[in-house]
Nanobody, 115 residues
Framework: QVRLEESGGGSVQAGGSLSLSCVAS????????VAWYRQTPGNQREMVAV???????NYDESVKGRFTISRDNAKATVYLQMNSLKPWDTAVYYC?????????WGQGTQVTVSS
């Protein structure tokens, strides 16, 4: 099965930026609609941004105008550029297929935003 590896998280102050990467082990990943999800302790994962195979995108209202999802099919990679970060963006970020996460979850990448 396709394996996913997320990276790029870190600790930043409010207003800062981070760029996350989700690298897949197989190029069939390029055919999938893929989302970035985030999860905080005690809560379910929630979708924050989606990109389909044709490059169409959609965003949760909470990140619209601040986050940008993109993909590079040559690298079987989906990115999430996060600008103007807020403390409530703090979470572990994951990628997977959308609307149903069908692949094994990766380890995620921690994003911590301090005020």
């Amino acid at each position: 099965q396709v394996r996913l590896e997320e990276s790029g998280g870190g600790s930043v102050q409010a207003g800062g930026s981070l760029s996350l990467s989700c690298v897949a082990s197989e190029s069939i990943f390029n055919l999938y609609t893929v989302a970035w999800y985030r999860q905080t302790p005690g809560n379910q994962r929630e979708m924050v941004a989606v990109i389909n195979g044709g490059g169409g995108t959609n965003y949760d209202e909470s990140v619209k105008g601040r986050f940008t999802i993109s993909r590079d099919n040559a690298k079987a990679t989906v990115y999430l550029q996060m600008n103007s970060l807020k403390p409530w963006d703090t979470a572990v970020y994951y990628c997977n297929t959308y609307p149903a996460p069908k692949l094994n979850w990766g380890q995620g990448t921690q994003v911590t935003v301090s005020s």
